[in-house]
Each structure stands twice: as C-alpha cells, then as structure tokens.
C-alpha cells in the first residue's frame, strides 16, 4: 500500500537536510485565521468525533503548514535556486514536510500513549452514541455479542487507518498545492479547503455506501444472518480504507509528475 509506505518515511525526521534544520529551528507559522475560526465554530459539535479521528483534524493544520512553509521558499527567493540543485523540489518539500511533522515533537505526541487511550476512551463513547441512535439496536438479535466484539474491533482498526492514511493525505496535500498556487496566502487556503474537501468526501461515501448500498447488496444476496454480521462490518472497513488510497495514489501521482523527483528519490518514499 502506498499511504502505509508513505507513513514509514514521514516517521523519520529529516535531520541533516539543510532545509529541515532551517525549518524546524525558525519560528513557527502561526495557523492562519480562517483555520482558527472554522476550529471555534465546529469545534463544540465535533468533540467526541474529533477526538476520535484527531489525526483528520491535526492534518488539516499541518497541510497548511507545509503548504505555507514551501510557497514561503518561492516568496524569499529559494524555490527557484532550489529547484535546479540536488536533490531539487521534491527533496526540498520532504525536508520541509518532516520538519513541519516533528516539530516541537508534534508528531510524536499524537501518537503517545496517553493519546491513543483518549481515542480509545471517545472511541467507545461515539459506538455507544451511535448504537442508541440505531432504532435496530432495541431489537432482539442472537449475534448481539458477535455485532459488538466486531464493531469494537472494526472501529479501532479504522481509527488507525484514518490516522495513518489523514496524515499521508495533509502531507501530499501540503506538498502539492504549492505546484499550482504560488502566492503564500493563497497556497495555505487551497491547502485547507483541498485537504477538507478530500476528508469530506471520504467520510460522506464511505457513510453512504456502507451503511445504505452495502446492507442492500449483502440481503440481495440471501446470505446466511451470521455471515452478514459478520462481513458487513469487514466490508465497510475495507471499503473505507480504499477509498482514500486511491485519493493518496493519485496524489502521489500527481506529485511526482509536478516535482519531478530523481529516479533514486521516488522509491525511497514508498519503497
């Protein structure tokens, strides 16, 4: 899978790079105002859901970032100069990425222990929300242990997707926008309505499909009751992790056409 070889390599700090150095020791780009604002806005109705599926959230700020960060290469001058000096755009936008990532430890303090416990604990909180939501759920049903053990273990296999698969997404995001918006204000806000657009979409038709088209296909089919408890949840979940790896393969399609990287620098990312 590429966003899973992706994610390997976001993992490892650029550390000697020049760029990176450069990045990580000068000050931070504050988030834009348009970010804050949508945060203050939505931010009270998407707690529970937020806090579950964080890394969504903490990648639409970091598209921006780098998306910032790389126009603002172009605005002083260096872009250009860049561009023409090994290893050229594409390793100047991994530095600047991987920089943005680690910086101040963010990357690593998503992933701590005491954050997947706080996911884990909302993760709970939004099945059972959801469960009583579901007029179904007050109906007798002999599979009800079976239902639960796989819902609990289909939504935890998910939120690892989702935060793995989010992060790969903001970063090809961030690293892309700059190819076709030069201005650095400019740049940050197609990074975010870009990232939220791609987020977006993935939720609605992996809500739609599999909660309304999936159920339909599988009672067409005249499966045993036992067989469909337990393939819908495993569909939906499959379901759920393609559809962004085709968004995530086509922007590293995208990327590579519009960076041009060194043939010995595009495999390193997803090899």
């Known amino acids: 899978m590429i966003s899973w070889n992706l994610w390997r390599r976001l993992r490892t700090p650029f550390v ?12 931070a780009v504050l988030s834009p105002w348009y970010l804050t604002c949508v945060m203050v806005l939505i931010g009270p109705a998407l707690i529970v859901p937020g806090v579950v599926f964080m890394s969504a959230a903490y990648g639409l700020n970091w ?18 100069l860049i561009a023409v000096a090994p290893p050229g755009l594409f390793g100047m936008s991994q530095a600047i990425t991987s920089a943005c990532l680690h ?3 963010s990357l690593e303090q998503m992933q701590s222990f005491g954050a997947w416990m706080l996911r884990g604990f909302f993760a709970v909180v939004l099945l059972m929300l959801g469960n009583s939501l579901n007029p179904a759920a007050a109906q ?9 053990l796989l819902s609990v273990v289909t939504l935890i296999v998910a939120v690892y997707i989702d935060h793995v698969q989010s992060l790969v997404v903001a970063v ?26 791609l987020q977006i979409m993935t939720y609605v038709i992996a809500i739609i499909t599999g909660f309304s088209a999936l159920p339909t296909i599988l009672e067409g089919l005249r499966l045993p009751a036992l067989v469909m408890v337990i393939a819908l949840p495993l569909l939906r979940l499959l379901l759920f992790a393609l559809i962004r790896e085709v968004i995530i393969g086509y922007l590293w399609s995208l990327l590579v056409r519009e960076t041009n990287p060194d043939p010995s620098q595009a495999p390193v990312m997803t090899g």
């Open 16 to 27: 000697t790079h020049p760029i990176y150095k450069r990045v990580i020791t000068s000050a």
């Open 140 to 148: 007798s049903d002999p599979y009800e242990l079976v239902t639960i």
């Open 63 to 80: 598209s921006v970032q780098i998306a910032l960060q790389i126009a603002r290469q172009r605005e002083i001058g260096l872009y250009d």
């Open 103 to 105: 910086r101040n430890g």
């Open 172 to 197: 090809l995001v961030g690293m892309l926008v700059p190819s076709y918006v030069e201005k650095r204000i400019e740049a940050g806000v197609a990074a975010f309505f870009t990232y939220a657009l």
